[in-house]
C-alpha cells in the first residue's frame, strides 16, 4: 500500500492549476454520483462528498482540500437542497447543517494534509536511514576486505618463516603451518561474512565446501586422497563459523597427515547438518586409524579444538571406525539468539 501511494504521488501533476483542475473534476463527478443516487440519499445532501475531500486533501493539498469542500458545498446547496437550483439555503436548519459540514469539510482538509505532510517526512527519514545503513554496510565490507588483505599478508610472512626455519626444525614448523591453516580459516570467513538485519552470518554450505575445495587443491594436491563434503545450507554467526571451519580444518589436515602413510589412497568424508539436539559437524577417513592413545604430532591442534567446542557449548569426540579410519563428531547447540533481547534474526 505504502508503495503504491509513492506511485501515484509521484504520478500526479505539481502545477497548481492542475491540481485545482482536478479536483474541480473529482467534485463534478461525485456531485453526478450523488445526483444518479438521490433516491436513496435524498435526506444527505452531503455524505458523498467527504470522502472526496479527503482523497483530495491527501493526493494534493491544503489548498485543494479547502477548494473541494466549497465546491462540494455549494453543488449540495444548488443540486440536494431546497429550494433547488439556487445557492440560497431556506430552511434554519438545514443552513446549520451547511455551515457544519463547511467546517468539517476544512478540517477534513486539513487533517488529510497534515496525515500527508507526516507520511512525507515518514518516508524522507526511512529513506535517510536506508542510505545510512547501506552505506554503514559499504564501510563494514571495505573493513573485512581490509582485514582479510592483512591475515593474506600475515600468512604469507608466517609462510616465509616456516621456509626459513628448514627441515630441521619440525616441530616449530608444524605450529607455523597450523598458525597459518587458522588465519586462513578466518580469512575465508571474512571473504563470506554478510549482514542480515544488522548481524553479520556466514553461509554454512558456501563457506565448509570453499574450505574443502581450498584444501583438496592446497593440501592434497596429486596424492590419491579425496576429500568430499556434504553440507546443509545454515546460517552461522561469525564467531560459530571461524570456530567450526577451525575445527573441521583441524581435523581434515590431521587425517592428511597421518592417516594415509606412504601415498596410501583413500577417502575424507566432511558433513555438516542439523538435527533434533543440534548441529553436527562430523569428519571420517578410511586411512590406518587410531595407532596410540596420545595425539601424534604437538598436540596443540588437539587442545585448540577442545577449546572451541567448549565456546561452542558443544562437545567433539574422536573415536575409531567400526572398519577402518577415524571419526570425529562435533555437536553444538544450534540457532542460538543474535542478541540477548531476541532482536535481529535467528543464527546458528
Known sequence: MEEFYRRLSSSLPRAAWAQYGITLLLVGLTALVRHALDPLLFKYPFLLFIPTI???ALLFDRGSGYLAAALSGL??????????GMLWVAEPGDRLAFLIYLGVGFGIAGGAHALRRANE???EYSD???AANEEKDLMLHEIHHRIRNDLQQICAQLTLAAHKAGAGAGAEQDIVSGTIERIGVLARVYVRLRRVEGVNIVSSKDFLESLVEDIQLGVVGVRPVAVIAEVDDADLDMSVAVAVGTIANELITNALKYAFPDGRAGRIELSFCKEASGCVLRVCDDGVGMLSERPQGTGLGGRIMRL?????????????????????????????????????????
Not at 75 to 84: D, Q, R, V
Not at 319 to 328: C, F, Y
Request: with cysteine; net charge positive.
Open 121 to 123: 517526512r515518514l518516508r
Open 75 to 84: 453543488c449540495a446547496a444548488w443540486l440536494f437542497m431546497k429550494p433547488e
Open 54 to 56: 479527503f482523497v483530495v
Open 128 to 130: 535517510r536511514l536506508a
Open 308 to 348: 572451541l567446542a567448549l565456546q561452542l557449548r558443544g562437545s567433539l569426540d574422536i573415536e575409531p571406525r567400526p572398519e577402518r579410519g577415524v571419526k570425529a563428531t562435533l555437536r553444538f547447540p544450534c540457532c542460538q539468539a543474535a542478541s540477548p533481547a531476541g532482536d535481529g534474526p535467528a543464527v546458528c
